[in-house]
């Protein structure tokens, strides 16, 4: 949500953390996944082990600051970690 709204079509960055370095991902596209929302700021995501998991909504803020007298963009960000078990 951005100022109380859904974010249609969000960029959503999923990210398992891996604390200790155990684990190797099978190629750089499984380090930090990118996934879109729907049309309502809406995803889904299937964990492919368990773990905590990160994920971050990405967007940008209309308003811009002042950086070495260039006017920058601003970028907002959302996260939440979740916790899957694994399965017995």
Do not use: H
């Amino acid at each position: 949500m951005l100022n109380g709204q859904p974010v249609p079509e969000a960029k959503v960055e999923v990210e398992f953390y891996n604390q200790d370095g155990k684990v190797k991902a099978p190629n750089d596209y499984m380090v930090t996944q990118s996934i879109k929302a729907d049309k309502n700021g809406v995803f889904t995501y299937a964990a492919p082990r368990a773990g905590w998991w990160g994920f971050s909504a990405v967007s940008t803020d209309d308003k811009k600051i002042p950086y070495q007298g260039n006017p920058k963009s601003v970028e907002i960000a959302a996260v939440i970690w979740v916790k899957f078990l694994e399965m017995k």
